[in-house]
């Protein structure tokens, strides 16, 4: 199920639609309910706290929009506030980010000198996280947020991804030969076992290359809904809405693929680096 924030999104595009379709303007449906156009700007863009459901089925009766549509619109508000099971590691995981993989149906991730995250397995995970100053129990918390993340892959959720695996990355832990075996494994396992994964070895002879700006994803959606870059941070990520700041990472990215080595190249990297020939 998608997260709260691609529910909210949705919402907020429906809403505008709706408007859009019965003729109306902002300024005529303000007028008309005694809204200031700036609130009902606002809902239509999300970035106003979340309207109650009946200030929603009053937009929606202005518009015209049957009784059925009507609930059916309603139930998107209320899974729209559930509760996500992210929400449970915020200490961990970055919400913002992890509530739009969530609802995405294409990611593209360039992780920098870390694994993605989604290919991870555990003892790789737990590794980063003490690396990185977390407790022995807020690692352990880790290892479970990752795992649950790295269902969109193993269901089928996530539609199509595709990452850019720095050399480099496993490079870091040659000096643990059983963890790069079982790393290469899981990777190899993916690529092989799924046509809805795509992974490409970024070689470390490539020297200096626009990844050097650091980690990145592009995820799109279903519902005509714009994509979203999230672009990471010392102290947080941050999520890129605008269409220039997206279709920079997208430039990113198309360099990065240019010089990486092809899908089939990189399992006879990750091969031959674990000594899994």
Not at 225 to 240: C, K
Request: net charge negative; charged share 25%; with cysteine.
């Amino acid at each position: 199920m998608a997260g709260p924030m691609v529910l909210r999104r949705r919402l907020s595009a429906e809403l505008r639609r709706r408007r859009i379709q019965s003729g109306m303007t902002l300024s005529d449906v303000a007028e008309e309910l005694e809204w200031s156009p700036a609130k009902l700007g606002h809902i239509e863009t999300g970035i106003r706290k979340w309207p109650s459901a009946m200030e929603i089925s009053a937009l929606l009766r202005l518009y015209g929009v049957s009784e059925r549509q009507r609930e059916a619109v309603l139930t998107l508000v209320h899974e729209s506030r559930l509760r996500p099971w992210w929400s449970e590691y915020k200490d961990v995981l970055s919400s913002a980010y992890v509530g739009n993989e969530a609802g995405a149906v294409s990611v593209q991730s360039y992780a920098g000198i870390f694994v993605p995250d989604l290919l991870q397995v555990p003892e790789y995970t737990a590794r980063i996280a003490r690396a990185l100053g977390h407790s022995a129990p807020a690692a352990e918390r880790m290892v479970e947020a990752y795992l649950k993340r790295q269902e969109l892959l193993d269901t089928g959720a996530l539609a199509r991804y595709h990452a850019i695996l720095e050399e480099d990355a496993l490079q870091r832990i040659v000096s643990d030969p059983e963890l790069l075996r079982t790393q290469a494994g899981r990777i190899i396992e993916l690529v092989t076992e799924s046509d809805r994964v795509t992974i490409q070895l970024l070689p470390t002879s490539v020297g200096p290359h626009p990844g050097v700006t650091g980690p990145f994803s592009v995820l799109e959606f279903d519902e005509d809904e714009a994509a979203l870059a999230y672009v990471e941070a010392t102290q947080g990520g941050a999520i890129l809405e605008s269409e220039e700041a997206v279709n920079r990472c997208k430039r990113i990215w198309s360099q990065l693929l240019d010089i990486a080595a092809s899908p089939r190249r990189t399992v006879e990297i990750l091969r031959r680096m674990a000594l899994l020939t």
